[in-house]
């Protein structure tokens, strides 16, 4: 913020612009994370198809599903 200041900018869109970076990031972050919890999601469905009984034991241990 000295470097900042040092060069004659106003020191409040600094603050302004280090906020808006940082939302900018946020919806980033969010967005991946929103990406890999459908792939997840995705991921489950498809193990289950094709491995029911693992998937039921994964699920009971995870307590997502009562044990058949």
């Known amino acids: 913020i000295c470097r900042y200041i040092d060069q004659g900018r106003n020191p409040q869109l600094y603050t302004?612009?280090?906020l808006e970076r940082?939302?900018?990031k946020n919806e980033q972050v969010k967005g991946k994370i929103d990406t890999m919890k459908k792939f997840k999601s995705l991921l489950i469905q498809e193990l289950t198809k094709v491995f029911?009984?693992?998937?039921a034991k994964y699920k009971?241990?995870?307590?997502e599903d009562p044990p058949p």
Do not use: V
């Open 16 to 18: 302004k612009e280090c």
């Open 22 to 24: 940082a939302l900018a």
């Open 52 to 55: 029911p009984e693992d998937m």
């Open 60 to 63: 009971a241990i995870r307590g």
